[in-house]
């Protein structure tokens, strides 16, 4: 096998693996980050999750059941498993702040919009590691850097 062969071959086997390392969290700061300056604040993660709730919420009556809520964990899923590198190890964090259990704060079974929206501040303390009020690179990645 001569070395370019070799390395098409590489390549190959490791799809966009340049991309891939990116900077950890970068698929979520790229998602989250309204502005594009790089860091990501409770503001736009407010609006985002207003967003994100609208897009789910197929019947628009402001409740996310249990039943839009299979569709909206199934995409995440999907994201995930499409993101891996890109999640760092933010991706359960972030995960678990979206889930219907996370948010239903009456335990109704059901997420309201307000019920949504008002976990922001707490999902984003979970995922702000560094505790400086806005989402980085910083609070992806190994532990202790
Ligand atoms: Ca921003
Ligand atoms: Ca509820
Ligand atoms: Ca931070």
Sequence with gaps: MTKLAMFATLVALTPLAGFAETTP???FIEN???DGNGAVSLEEITERRGDVFAMF???DNNYLNAKEY???DETRAAD???NAA???NGGGRMQQGLTLEFNDIDADGEVSKEEFISKSGAWMAQIDRDGDGVITAADF???GN
Aim: aromatic share 10%; no cysteine; hydrophobic share 30%.
């Design 141 to 143: 990645g190994p532990q």
């Design 86 to 88: 890109g999640h760092g």
């Design 32 to 34: 989250w980050d309204l």
């Design 25 to 27: 969290g970068s698929h």
């Design 70 to 72: 299979v569709l909206f």
């Design 80 to 82: 995930m498993e499409n």
């Design 57 to 59: 919420d197929q019947d």
